[in-house]
């Protein structure tokens, strides 16, 4: 591990201490070896002046809620130092109590709650303090005789903590500790090892104090390295076998339903993902317990085995409330008995990791924490054994109330959240419109396009995944399904909109190329896409398939066969499809748009010419309805999502106009 202090950076933040914090925060934020996703945490003490200009000793402590990869000033809870100093003194002191006093002792009400760390924060007699969970320093402790290595490794240059509750208790313990430690003695002292935990650096200076945090990293890591550890995480050097979507769509299914709501999966096949499921040891030392308590909240104490069947998901839970029975002083409410990580083999074959989240940055968060963990557990297998805290300590942490507060966020959640949708033809017009939309509501979307351009779809939305795909081709659409299943987990909802609109010709005119192409994608190819998602949609979060027909349907027009015929036929199959898959509550509709002009395929010019031949304006052509109303791409959007969601729970077979209504089919 490597410093990555910039002197040019750090220069242009003058002689600001909470910009340094900033800084060197982010550089620990943004380094995974150090610290993941809102772990961690660092503080700075300075003399501000109150609102009556008087002087006041302030400790500038990371807020709750936020990253140190991502803080800024205003991440930072200013807290009366004098106050979290004295409240270390108390013999004991709950944590509502804790929390109302920080909260009272801070100069900005409005800024947020401190984190919990804040008392231990501030009796360390150092301005800057920095605290992570290292991998690296917590898999060596995470070992049978993890104190004997941590001592020789830092000799008596570091405190060792044995495992304590984070919090009041832990903060309470390194008073006493350390209350007899004089200035000298503590000048001594490089930094502070918590056993099963992490790392404490301080100093006066904020850059010393990051790169003590640096050094003592490295010097773990390289005692991993020079013990064989570092390289012992097995590798998969064989390509990553192709599993059945159905299967991995039906163990997202019972994930969320014993979680409460649709989730998503997300496997890692990565060949380090499927070299520790293939480990004939996998299922033992997978289960032993977390890298660090603070995984908890995301990670569940242990992980789910799956080997090929579904039962698992079961005795998983059954698992977890014997777990919540045997821990709960009959005071608390269990948490959901769903796994949020899971290794997946069937027989010989390891497929990797699972990692199961209510959104996608949940999924990312959980996938990041079980790479890391995957890696410190095979470190400390190679030193002799992974070593997890007990399970009581672990289950103090996930039930401790100011943990779970740590996920309850602000805001609800959108409609859509959780769900999987397929848009084809997704690259312009409606299908482009809908998979905007669809993306707004919360769901992850897979777009579909004959046109490359689709490929940057996901570009800057990691909830979106745009792959080439000619529909056309069945095996093209397994691909795309399979990677689809792969990213989010499964397939809730389709939506069948790829098409074209041939060259208006009279039957007597029209060639039977231009009839066999309209055939084959503005039908065959939903029947394709129907045919390669049910098995997957029928494992969804109440499946719903919309298809988009056309006004010509129910109302053709002349030169139009070969598009009206393809349409009609089209809707035949939804309806069909409707009857045979009602069963498996999946809902098929269909919508029907009309006069949608604000697609590329209505340029200026192509309207101007419509407008003149029926002799009106192009404002009059575009309202042309019983409406007088423009209908647009965002209209079918807002339809699509509606039948999508729970408004339209009981209707399938529906066909449904969005055309401002038309005189002939009214
Ligand atoms: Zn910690």
Redesign the pocket.
């Known amino acids: 591990m490597q410093s990555r202090w910039n002197e040019k950076q750090a220069k242009a933040l003058g002689d600001d201490p909470l910009a340094l914090r900033v800084y060197t925060s982010r550089l620990m934020g943004n380094d995974p070896f150090l610290v993941m996703h809102g772990g961690?945490?660092t503080s700075v003490k300075v003399t501000d002046t109150d609102f009556f200009g008087d002087p006041v000793d302030i400790l500038y402590v990371k807020g709750s809620g936020w990253d140190l990869a991502t803080i800024e000033p205003q991440g930072f809870a200013p807290v009366r130092l004098d106050v979290l100093k004295r409240l270390a003194t108390f013999e004991t002191l709950a944590d509502s109590d804790m929390v109302r006093v920080q909260k009272s002792a801070m100069l900005d009400p409005s800024a947020p709650g401190p984190s919990v760390?804040a008392i231990l924060h501030g009796i360390l007699p150092f301005r800057f303090v920095d605290?992570t969970?290292a991998d690296a320093v917590v898999a060596l402790s995470n070992t049978p005789d993890g104190e004997a290595r941590i001592r020789e490794l830092y000799g008596d240059s570091v405190l060792i903590v044995p495992y304590i509750m984070?919090g009041f208790v832990l903060a309470r313990y390194i008073y006493e500790m350390t209350r007899d430690l004089t200035a000298d003695d503590w000048k001594r002292v490089d930094g502070m090892v918590l056993m099963s935990?992490?790392v404490f650096t301080f100093h006066d200076d904020g850059r010393k104090s990051y790169e003590r945090m640096i050094e003592m990293v490295d010097a773990a890591e390289k005692r991993l390295q020079a013990g064989g550890a570092w390289s012992a995480p097995r590798i998969a050097d064989d390509k990553a076998p192709s599993f059945d979507p159905a299967t991995l769509a039906a163990i997202r299914k019972q994930v969320g339903e014993l979680r409460g709501f649709p989730v998503h999966a997300r496997l890692d096949d990565s060949a380090e993902a499927r070299g520790f499921v293939d480990r004939s040891d996998a299922a033992d030392i997978a289960t032993r317990g977390p890298l660090?308590p603070?995984h908890v909240i995301r990670t569940k104490r242990v992980p789910v085995i799956l080997d090929g069947s579904s039962p698992a998901l079961d005795a998983y839970a059954e698992s977890y409330q014997s777990y919540f029975d045997d821990h709960n002083d009959g005071t608390l409410s269990r948490l959901d008995p769903a796994p949020r990580w899971g290794l997946w083999k069937d027989g010989r074959e390891a497929y990797g990791t699972l990692a199961f989240g209510r959104s996608i940055k949940e999924t990312q968060i959980i996938s990041d924490i079980v790479g890391h963990t995957r890696r410190a557990i095979q470190w400390a297998e190679h030193l002799g054994g992974w070593t997890a805290l007990p399970a009581r300590d672990i289950f103090e942490v996930e039930y401790w109330e100011l943990e779970q507060l740590k996920l309850k966020k602000a805001g609800s959640v959108p409609a859509l959240q959780g769900k999987v949708a397929w848009v084809t033809g997704a690259a312009s017009g409606i299908g482009k419109a809908v998979t905007e939309m669809l993306l707004e509501r919360g769901a992850a979307v897979v777009g579909l396009d004959l046109d490359p351009a689709i490929e940057s779809l996901g570009d800057s939305n990691p909830a979106a995944l745009g792959l080439v795909c000619d529909v056309t081709q069945s095996q093209a659409l397994e691909d795309a399904l399979a990677r689809t299943v792969k990213r989010f987990g499964g397939l809730d909802i389709l939506v069948s909109n790829a098409g074209i609109f041939p060259a208006g010709a009279t039957i007597e005119d029209l060639d039977d190329e231009a009839w066999d192409r309209s055939m084959e994608i503005n039908l065959t190819s939903h029947r394709r896409a129907l045919k390669t998602t049910i098995p997957v949609l029928r494992h969804g979060f109440d499946p719903s398939v919309v298809i988009v027909g056309s006004k010509n349907v129910p109302a053709p027009g002349p030169g139009a066969a070969a598009y009206s015929a393809a349409k009609a036929g089209l809707t035949q199959l939804a309806r069909v499809a409707a009857l045979e898959l009602g069963t498996d509550g999946i809902r098929v509709n269909v919508l029907h748009p009309n006069g949608v002009f604000d697609t590329a395929l209505w340029t200026d010019e192509v309207l101007a010419a419509r407008a003149e031949k029926y002799g009106v304006t192009v404002e009059q052509y575009k309202t042309n309805n019983v409406l007088g109303t423009e209908v647009s791409s965002k209209d079918v959007a807002k339809a699509v999502c509606a039948l999508a969601d729970r408004d339209f729970a009981a209707t399938t077979g529906a066909q449904i106009p969005v055309d401002g209504g038309n005189d002939r089919v009214i």
Request: net charge negative.
């Open positions: 961690g945490n760390e605290h969970h984070p935990h992490g660090t603070d």
